[in-house]
């Protein structure tokens, strides 16, 4: 028994052995990526399945298209509309979670040793989705605005990169957004090249301040390029992620080769989910349903903002992002969260020491804190045991 | 934008196309995979998903652990023990689906170029979904016992193969299963290789006639050889496809792998559907359920078969299945299934060539009718007009 070279690469993902770990209900995580289940829809989706089953029982039980049932697909099209961008129906394939378009955009553009770009630090299942597919990853430096665009300039001129994988809004971990102006760099810098623009989106919807920013593909498109980009979506944040919905938004001939390998590697997406959910969301005002989740998401993030700021020393810093679910702290250079991370588990509170989302190293002295799965009170006590950890902490 | 090397020998499969094709309601459609929709538990599972959002609501539509539901795992295992066969509950995966088992499977042991075994003919979304791997097909000839074992031990000693597919019972598209004997060569043979047998079997408790047999897998076992064999395992044919709910069976060293593989797919498997099957499985007598299909399925089978021998010329044959859903039917060398499939298609019926099923060539006279979905009056129909296509065929 002999298995395929790409194993000897890749590794279970750290963060979800620390989730498995931190099963013990007495701990406070601040280490998942999950969104507050007390948002979740519980009697309007059971109403939605009773009215799928009665009306349509057989079709949704039923094997179906690959590329998704057409209302669901039909309505993603029509929330973009509303957002202001332009995305045809055909244009919008149902994905098991968007987490399943990171497989299928590699699949479909990556050979072992093609450069892929990534925000630094980044998605973490991201990087290990892609390293099975034997990529050099080339990690572009990320300031508060976005990618740093010196590095994306060069990088573009001279790694030939297949890839440029971006997440602009909240980005998972750090937080950070791309200011509008640098959408639009990045959009111009990208539009004059060969490289495809994997755009992730998870928590567009999530924003609780600031003005909603367009995302990087329309301004591709605005600047009027062939249709070299594509935009992962979900409803995992707004409405459930055990769903397992998520979608891509690609042009016809990125889409037809997603199809092939979507077809390929599962069939199709779950039919009765998705009618589920389509039902759903044609049933309910999903809108106000959002602005709860907002809300909540907003007190949560200014209590652990404010918590970073009153309770750890002035040399901790932590980003202030405009919607989501995670800061990102940054300790002094001399202070390992690795060693925080051990001692803090100790008191039961979890994080994710940084250094994970760095593919070329560093970061030792980063974590990341989830606030979207606490509830306040969880956040003061966790916060309050962590800077009395903190302050024990050599270097600290 | 330049896509990957593997794009270049991959297509979307001739038989969804055909199905987009079918959506005529007037075609009588012996072309798909499948099952019959009367059979799909609509009401038992509307209850179920009650049951399951009343009382865990939260944790149905919460993110969840990639092995799976492990009530579910436990469930599969118990119902493989009921059939003889030991299986640990960790040894089991949820899919969406089993097809993902095989793209899991060529992920982890398929490097480009590397041999595959396969049936000729063999399940053509496998050898769609192993193709985006690159290896190189062997194809070995099926008698009516199952694979040869001339060709399996040939193979086996010189081509250093990778992997073996095999679908032991009520094979899709031929409709053959192996014989008791057959398994034990191949397990025997299997046993002394460092080939990794790939055992799918979507039909096993769709089996109307005969015996039971073990799967090959469990020979193996009992040949107390070390666990180099996964085996594929499903709820579509036995509870519904629209739920995308299927397994794979491995021991702990593949196992680990492909949970890692899951992980970066898809993070993991819809866990509503896994808590609403798990929750349909344990209120009702599945059991009975199952055995309603196979009643209903023997007699569409028989209808068929009977209709091939009494409506066409003796020189036209076809398998006749202890189970499953598929007929193979060869017709004389000289006449043209492909050119049949035209002529039946004017006619409004439909089913699916055979050559698609053959990867190196050949099988220009054979094609496949699926006999799950269509009632007893359309398989009349259907077969008297293809019948009298037939008898207009050049070479008939």
């Known amino acids: 028994m002999k298995f395929a070279r790409r194993m000897s690469s890749v590794h279970r993902s750290f963060i979800r052995e620390i989730l498995k770990a931190a099963v013990d209900p007495g701990i406070i995580s601040f280490a998942g990526g999950l969104p507050n289940p007390r948002f979740f829809p519980v009697r309007e989706l059971e109403e ?41 129906p055909e244009e919008v394939l149902i994905l098991n979670g968007s987490q399943q378009g990171l497989d299928l955009v590699a ?45 994306l300039t060069a990088a573009l001129r001279d790694a030939e990169p297949k890839l440029f994988y971006a997440i602009p809004n909240f980005q998972n971990p750090s937080g950070i957004s791309y200011s509008r102006e640098r959408r639009r760099e990045a959009a111009r810098l990208l539009a004059g090249s060969s ?9 567009g919807e999530i924003r609780f301040m600031g003005e909603d920013l367009p995302s990087i593909r329309a301004c591709i498109s605005e600047a009027g390029s062939t249709d070299s980009s594509v935009l992962l979506g979900t409803f995992s944040k707004i409405v459930s992620p055990g769903v397992r919905l998520g979608w891509i938004v690609a042009g016809t001939e990125i889409m037809e080769r997603l199809v092939v390998a979507k077809q390929a590697a599962d069939l199709h997406s779950n039919e009765l989910t998705q009618r589920i959910v389509h039902r759903y969301l044609s049933d309910n005002d999903v809108n106000a349903h959002i602005q709860r989740i907002r809300d909540a998401y907003k007190r949560q993030r200014d209590l652990m903002v404010s918590a970073v700021k009153s309770l750890f020393p002035p040399d901790v810093s932590c980003t202030e992002p405009e919607g989501g679910m995670f800061l990102w702290m940054t300790l002094p250079q001399a202070v390992s969260a690795m060693t925080f991370f051990e001692r803090s588990l100790e008191r039961k509170v979890t994080f994710v020491p940084g250094a994970a989302f760095f593919t070329s190293g560093g970061g030792e002295n980063t974590l990341r804190l989830n606030f979207s799965n606490c509830d306040e009170a969880m956040i003061d006590e966790g916060m309050t045991r962590l800077a009395r950890v903190y302050s024990q902490m050599p270097g600290a």
């Open 195 to 203: 490289t495809v623009l994997v755009e992730d989106d998870p928590y």
């Open 107 to 151: 699949k479909v553009f990556v050979d072992p040793g093609d450069v892929v770009l990534v925000e630094s630090p980044s998605y973490l299942a991201a990087l290990q989705c892609f390293g099975f597919f034997e990529p050099r990853f080339l990690p572009l430096f990320m300031d508060s605005d976005g990618v740093c665009v010196r590095e």
């Open 48 to 88: 939605a399945t009773r009215k799928v089953l009665s009306s349509d029982g057989a079709a949704a039980l039923q094997y179906a298209t690959t590329e998704g049932f057409p209302p669901l697909r039909e309505m993603i099209a029509a929330r973009y509309a509303a957002r202001g961008t332009r995305v045809r």
